[in-house]
């Protein structure tokens, strides 16, 4: 079965992996799809062209045996995907030292992503390395991480999906700049926020009420998040 197999019968994604899939505008030798929904998004970008290589990581093997039964059925015989099974964290990134990639990571908690990238960052700090982040939770705290380690902003969005919200974060290592902006990462998000769109407003308002119930526990200290997040407010 050959390519326009896959192109005849494209599987749809969700407005999530759709709105990562369409940030992805640069051209990269390498793509790292990772934790990424049963590979649907590797299979739209794979699809698209968007780099000369895309690789699917997961540490779970059965999922990442059937995601390489699916390539090698629509993909057989060429060399432009690889399935990793394997920790994030560890990455192969050694072997294309001299190739622009972009490791996508979704799909799990900020707090898992902040863990992935505490290995990474350092291991990328002299290669051409950007990420696109989509965590399910713990934005704020990733954020903080991201904006510690002096990252460049170079996107961010808000989709909604199933009732729920998440924002991906688009950056780029501070130790190589490779492109012209000088964009940190706000602690609540900046350039992603429009005020007249009503579902915006929802998810800001759903934000500050969650910190506002975690602040009834006294040992859980969130006043500053909230005010970071109330601080938007006026613009609304």
Not at 127 to 151: G, I
Not at 162 to 175: D, G
Request: hydrophobic share 40%; glycine share 4%.
């Amino acid at each position: 079965m050959n390519n326009s197999s896959i192109k005849n019968n494209k599987v749809k994604l969700g407005k999530r992996l759709q709105s990562i899939e369409k940030m992805v505008d640069g051209e990269y030798d390498h793509i790292w799809d990772c934790c990424c929904d049963h590979g649907l998004l590797g299979f739209q970008l794979l699809e698209n062209n968007k780099a000369k290589h895309l690789h699917f990581v997961d540490v779970v093997a059965p999922l990442m045996h059937e995601i390489e039964n699916k390539l090698q059925r629509f993909y057989q015989g060429e060399s432009k995907w690889s399935v990793h099974c394997l920790d994030v964290a560890k990455l192969p990134l050694a072997q294309y030292q001299n190739d622009k990639h972009l490791i996508i990571i979704a799909g799990v908690g900020g707090e898992l992503l902040t863990h992935f990238l505490s290995a990474l960052l350092p291991a990328t700090s002299k290669m051409n390395v950007q990420f696109l982040l989509s965590p399910v939770h713990h934005n704020y705290q990733l954020r903080a991480f991201l904006q510690q380690h002096k990252c460049h902003l170079l996107d961010e969005k808000i989709v909604a999906e199933n009732k729920r919200f998440y924002e991906l974060i688009y950056i780029e290592s501070p130790i190589l700049k490779l492109t012209s902006t000088n964009h940190s990462v706000s602690l609540v998000g900046d350039k992603m926020w429009d005020f007249e769109n009503p579902m915006h407003q929802t998810y800001l308002q759903q934000t500050i009420e969650h910190y506002q119930r975690m602040s009834k526990n006294p040992d859980v200290g969130v006043s500053n998040i909230i005010k970071a997040y109330q601080d938007l407010l006026p613009s609304v």
